[in-house]
Protein backbone atom coordinates (compact mmCIF):
# COMPACT_ATOMS: atom_id res chain seq x y z
CA UNK A 1 0.00 0.00 0.00
CA UNK A 2 1.37 3.38 -1.13
CA UNK A 3 1.28 6.41 1.55
CA UNK A 4 -1.39 8.52 0.21
CA UNK A 5 -3.71 5.57 0.63
CA UNK A 6 -2.49 4.51 3.81
CA UNK A 7 -3.58 7.97 4.86
CA UNK A 8 -6.33 7.69 3.40
CA UNK A 9 -7.48 4.49 4.72
CA UNK A 10 -6.62 6.00 8.42
CA UNK A 11 -9.00 9.24 7.88
CA UNK A 12 -12.30 6.57 7.31
CA UNK A 13 -11.48 4.34 9.80
CA UNK A 14 -10.87 7.50 12.04
CA UNK A 15 -14.38 8.59 10.26
CA UNK A 16 -16.08 5.27 11.52
CA UNK A 17 -14.85 5.16 14.85
CA UNK A 18 -15.77 8.78 15.71
CA UNK A 19 -19.72 8.59 13.63
CA UNK A 20 -21.37 6.92 16.51
CA UNK A 21 -19.88 9.26 19.01
CA UNK A 22 -20.74 12.33 16.84
CA UNK A 23 -24.44 10.89 16.51
CA UNK A 24 -24.55 11.02 20.01
CA UNK A 25 -23.62 14.38 20.69
CA UNK A 26 -25.87 15.28 17.95
CA UNK A 27 -28.91 13.92 19.86
CA UNK A 28 -27.73 15.32 22.86
CA UNK A 29 -28.02 19.05 21.59
CA UNK A 30 -31.18 18.41 19.62
CA UNK A 31 -33.84 20.97 20.10
CA UNK A 32 -36.31 21.52 22.59
CA UNK A 33 -38.69 21.17 19.81
CA UNK A 34 -37.49 17.73 18.86
CA UNK A 35 -39.90 16.16 20.49
CA UNK A 36 -43.10 13.55 20.13
CA UNK A 37 -46.30 13.50 21.99
CA UNK A 38 -48.72 10.90 22.75
CA UNK A 39 -52.19 12.75 23.72
CA UNK A 40 -53.52 12.15 27.52
CA UNK A 41 -57.34 11.31 27.43
CA UNK A 42 -59.37 14.19 29.24
CA UNK A 43 -61.23 11.51 31.59
CA UNK A 44 -57.85 11.06 33.28
CA UNK A 45 -58.12 13.89 34.85
CA UNK A 46 -59.89 14.70 38.08
CA UNK A 47 -60.88 17.83 39.50
CA UNK A 48 -60.63 19.57 42.97
CA UNK A 49 -61.26 23.39 43.78
CA UNK A 50 -58.45 24.70 45.94
CA UNK A 51 -59.10 27.21 48.55
CA UNK A 52 -63.16 26.95 48.98
CA UNK A 53 -63.38 29.71 45.89
CA UNK A 54 -67.17 31.19 46.30
CA UNK A 55 -67.76 29.88 42.73
CA UNK A 56 -67.17 26.58 42.24
CA UNK A 57 -65.39 25.19 39.53
CA UNK A 58 -66.55 22.98 36.81
CA UNK A 59 -64.89 21.19 34.13
CA UNK A 60 -66.70 20.03 30.82
CA UNK A 61 -64.57 16.56 29.46
CA UNK A 62 -64.41 16.68 25.69
CA UNK A 63 -62.76 14.35 22.97
CA UNK A 64 -60.09 16.53 22.18
CA UNK A 65 -59.99 18.42 26.07
CA UNK A 66 -61.35 20.28 28.65
CA UNK A 67 -63.61 23.19 29.57
CA UNK A 68 -62.70 24.49 33.18
CA UNK A 69 -64.80 26.96 34.47
CA UNK A 70 -63.44 28.80 37.95
CA UNK A 71 -63.65 31.43 40.34
CA UNK A 72 -60.95 32.16 43.04
CA UNK A 73 -59.67 35.22 44.18
CA UNK A 74 -56.19 34.63 42.49
CA UNK A 75 -53.00 32.07 42.79
CA UNK A 76 -51.00 34.48 44.39
CA UNK A 77 -49.91 35.49 47.55
CA UNK A 78 -49.53 32.82 50.79
CA UNK A 79 -53.28 30.94 49.51
CA UNK A 80 -54.47 30.11 46.31
CA UNK A 81 -57.98 30.44 45.19
CA UNK A 82 -58.68 28.00 41.64
CA UNK A 83 -60.14 25.18 39.83
CA UNK A 84 -57.54 22.22 39.07
CA UNK A 85 -58.05 19.48 36.96
CA UNK A 86 -54.73 16.97 37.64
CA UNK A 87 -53.43 13.81 37.19
CA UNK A 88 -50.75 11.93 40.07
CA UNK A 89 -46.96 12.05 38.73
CA UNK A 90 -44.14 10.71 39.78
CA UNK A 91 -40.69 12.03 38.55
CA UNK A 92 -39.83 13.27 35.01
CA UNK A 93 -42.72 15.04 32.87
CA UNK A 94 -43.37 17.14 29.62
CA UNK A 95 -46.83 18.00 29.78
CA UNK A 96 -48.20 20.56 26.87
CA UNK A 97 -51.66 21.48 25.72
CA UNK A 98 -53.09 24.34 23.31
CA UNK A 99 -55.09 26.88 25.18
CA UNK A 100 -57.42 27.81 22.70
CA UNK A 101 -59.44 30.96 25.01
CA UNK A 102 -59.56 32.25 27.85
CA UNK A 103 -61.89 34.49 28.77
CA UNK A 104 -61.13 37.97 30.82
CA UNK A 105 -63.20 38.46 34.04
CA UNK A 106 -60.01 40.78 35.38
CA UNK A 107 -56.67 41.55 33.85
CA UNK A 108 -55.30 38.73 36.38
CA UNK A 109 -57.28 36.17 35.44
CA UNK A 110 -54.78 33.29 34.73
CA UNK A 111 -54.38 29.54 33.32
CA UNK A 112 -51.70 27.19 32.90
CA UNK A 113 -50.08 24.39 33.91
CA UNK A 114 -48.83 23.37 37.41
CA UNK A 115 -47.03 20.74 39.45
CA UNK A 116 -48.12 21.23 42.93
CA UNK A 117 -47.10 19.40 46.67
CA UNK A 118 -50.48 18.94 47.97
CA UNK A 119 -54.30 20.56 47.85
CA UNK A 120 -53.70 22.81 50.68
CA UNK A 121 -54.39 26.32 49.71
CA UNK A 122 -50.90 27.53 50.42
CA UNK A 123 -48.98 24.58 48.81
CA UNK A 124 -46.04 25.08 47.26
CA UNK A 125 -45.61 24.66 43.00
CA UNK A 126 -44.64 25.62 40.28
CA UNK A 127 -47.30 27.42 38.13
CA UNK A 128 -46.17 28.43 34.20
CA UNK A 129 -49.56 30.56 33.01
CA UNK A 130 -50.89 32.63 30.63
CA UNK A 131 -52.87 36.08 30.66
CA UNK A 132 -56.51 36.58 29.23
CA UNK A 133 -54.58 38.83 26.49
CA UNK A 134 -51.23 41.00 26.09
CA UNK A 135 -51.92 43.98 27.88
CA UNK A 136 -49.16 45.90 29.78
CA UNK A 137 -48.87 44.25 33.55
CA UNK A 138 -46.49 44.37 36.77
CA UNK A 139 -42.87 43.76 34.65
CA UNK A 140 -45.10 41.96 31.87
CA UNK A 141 -46.30 42.96 28.66
CA UNK A 142 -47.01 39.93 27.69
CA UNK A 143 -49.26 36.65 27.82
CA UNK A 144 -46.81 34.50 29.50
CA UNK A 145 -45.66 34.48 33.74
CA UNK A 146 -43.89 31.76 35.50
CA UNK A 147 -44.70 32.12 39.02
CA UNK A 148 -43.81 29.93 42.08
CA UNK A 149 -44.15 29.35 45.58
CA UNK A 150 -40.95 28.59 47.31
CA UNK A 151 -41.58 27.78 50.85
CA UNK A 152 -45.23 26.41 51.96
CA UNK A 153 -47.79 29.20 53.01
CA UNK A 154 -45.51 32.13 52.27
CA UNK A 155 -45.80 34.61 49.26
CA UNK A 156 -45.74 33.48 46.21
CA UNK A 157 -43.13 35.10 43.19
CA UNK A 158 -42.39 35.28 39.55
CA UNK A 159 -39.91 35.04 36.83
CA UNK A 160 -40.84 38.11 34.32
CA UNK A 161 -39.99 38.97 30.64
CA UNK A 162 -36.07 40.15 30.09
CA UNK A 163 -38.02 43.25 28.95
CA UNK A 164 -40.99 45.04 29.59
CA UNK A 165 -41.18 47.26 26.98
CA UNK A 166 -41.48 47.00 23.22
CA UNK A 167 -42.91 44.28 21.80
CA UNK A 168 -43.87 41.12 24.20
CA UNK A 169 -41.04 38.60 23.97
CA UNK A 170 -44.04 35.83 24.96
CA UNK A 171 -47.27 36.96 23.93
CA UNK A 172 -50.65 35.23 23.94
CA UNK A 173 -52.25 33.98 20.36
CA UNK A 174 -55.58 32.54 20.92
CA UNK A 175 -56.61 29.81 19.67
CA UNK A 176 -53.07 28.99 18.64
CA UNK A 177 -51.37 29.76 22.20
CA UNK A 178 -48.92 26.89 23.26
CA UNK A 179 -47.75 25.97 26.67
CA UNK A 180 -45.39 23.24 28.31
CA UNK A 181 -44.03 22.12 31.12
CA UNK A 182 -41.36 19.97 32.15
CA UNK A 183 -39.65 18.44 35.04
CA UNK A 184 -36.11 17.20 35.21
CA UNK A 185 -35.31 16.11 38.62
CA UNK A 186 -35.68 19.43 40.71
CA UNK A 187 -35.74 20.90 37.51
CA UNK A 188 -38.85 23.11 36.08
CA UNK A 189 -38.60 24.73 32.70
CA UNK A 190 -41.71 26.28 30.90
CA UNK A 191 -41.93 26.68 27.20
CA UNK A 192 -43.94 28.76 25.04
CA UNK A 193 -45.00 28.19 21.09
CA UNK A 194 -47.53 29.24 18.88
CA UNK A 195 -47.81 26.21 16.65
CA UNK A 196 -46.75 23.19 19.53
CA UNK A 197 -44.13 22.33 16.93
CA UNK A 198 -41.03 24.51 17.12
CA UNK A 199 -40.85 25.88 21.31
CA UNK A 200 -38.67 28.89 22.92
CA UNK A 201 -37.95 28.48 27.11
CA UNK A 202 -39.50 30.79 28.87
CA UNK A 203 -36.95 29.98 31.84
CA UNK A 204 -36.13 26.93 33.76
CA UNK A 205 -36.48 27.19 37.64
CA UNK A 206 -35.12 25.02 40.66
CA UNK A 207 -37.41 23.77 43.14
CA UNK A 208 -36.87 20.68 45.33
CA UNK A 209 -40.44 19.36 45.30
CA UNK A 210 -41.38 15.68 46.16
CA UNK A 211 -41.19 12.75 42.93
CA UNK A 212 -44.85 12.28 43.55
CA UNK A 213 -46.90 15.43 42.49
CA UNK A 214 -50.17 16.54 41.27
CA UNK A 215 -50.03 17.76 37.73
CA UNK A 216 -51.97 19.74 35.75
CA UNK A 217 -54.56 22.47 34.28
CA UNK A 218 -55.19 25.24 36.40
CA UNK A 219 -57.69 28.38 36.52
CA UNK A 220 -58.29 31.19 38.55
CA UNK A 221 -60.67 34.38 37.55
CA UNK A 222 -59.32 36.46 39.95
CA UNK A 223 -62.88 38.20 40.74
CA UNK A 224 -64.81 35.92 43.70
CA UNK A 225 -68.27 37.48 42.04
CA UNK A 226 -67.17 36.63 38.25
CA UNK A 227 -66.18 33.25 37.05
CA UNK A 228 -63.49 32.71 33.88
CA UNK A 229 -63.55 30.22 31.59
CA UNK A 230 -60.34 28.42 29.66
CA UNK A 231 -60.57 25.79 27.08
CA UNK A 232 -57.67 23.28 26.90
CA UNK A 233 -57.14 20.96 24.25
CA UNK A 234 -54.16 18.79 22.48
CA UNK A 235 -52.79 17.68 25.79
CA UNK A 236 -50.10 16.05 25.42
CA UNK A 237 -47.47 14.38 27.21
CA UNK A 238 -43.53 14.58 25.49
CA UNK A 239 -41.15 11.83 25.07
CA UNK A 240 -37.54 13.80 24.05
Excluded at 5 to 30: G, M
Excluded at 78 to 88: L, T
Excluded at 148 to 177: H, I
Excluded at 181 to 207: C, E, I, M, V
Aim: glycine share 8%.
Amino acid sequence: MNKKNYIYSIVILAFVIAAPVLSAQSKQKSPSNSVSGKAILPTAFKHIDIGNPAIAGTVKILTDGLDIMAGGADIWGPKDEFSFAYIECSGDFDLAARIESLTAANLYTKAGLMAREDMTPGSRHIFFQVFPNNNPRNNNNGGFEFQYRRVKDSLMKAVYPKSSAGTPEFPVAYPDTWIRLQRTGNNFTGFYSTDGKRWKAYTTYTLVLPSKIYLGLAVTSHETAKPASAKFRNIEEYKQ
